[in-house]
């Protein structure tokens, strides 16, 4: 059984860093992707960043292209979430999500860690 647990968040005025962190406990052999996506009060969860297994593609939202970066550690164990010039907008709550292999769309998700961005 998959289960992630997200570290990392915290507040952080306009223009810092943080970087988060999603550690997987489950024994995933093989999977479709990893992803972070982020909820902001009173808003619908959305996407932030993804990066595929097999060709280890990555995908971003406009929102956040240039300042995020995704990574992995070698045996996909922790995911990462490097978050540069961080904005006020960039406000949720961020959650790790994992796309198990057979899954039409992320199947697995941690409880999330708060970041807030003060202006």
């Known amino acids: 059984q998959v289960h992630l647990v997200e570290s990392g968040g915290g507040l952080v005025q306009a223009g810092a860093s943080l970087r988060l962190s999603c550690a997987n406990s489950?024994?995933?052999?093989?999977?479709?992707?990893m992803a972070w996506f982020r909820q902001a009060p009173g808003k619908e969860r959305e996407f932030v960043a993804s990066?595929?297994?097999?060709?280890?593609?990555?995908y971003y939202a406009e929102s956040v292209k240039g300042r995020f970066t995704i990574s992995v550690d070698r045996n996909w164990s922790k995911l990462y979430l490097q978050m540069d010039n961080l904005k006020p907008e960039d406000t949720a709550v961020y959650f790790c999500a994992d796309q198990t292999t057979g899954a039409s769309a992320y199947n697995k998700w941690g409880q999330g860690t708060q970041v807030t961005v003060s202006s």
């Open positions: 489950g024994r995933t052999f093989s999977r479709v992707a």
């Open positions: 990066k595929r297994w097999h060709v280890g593609t990555t």
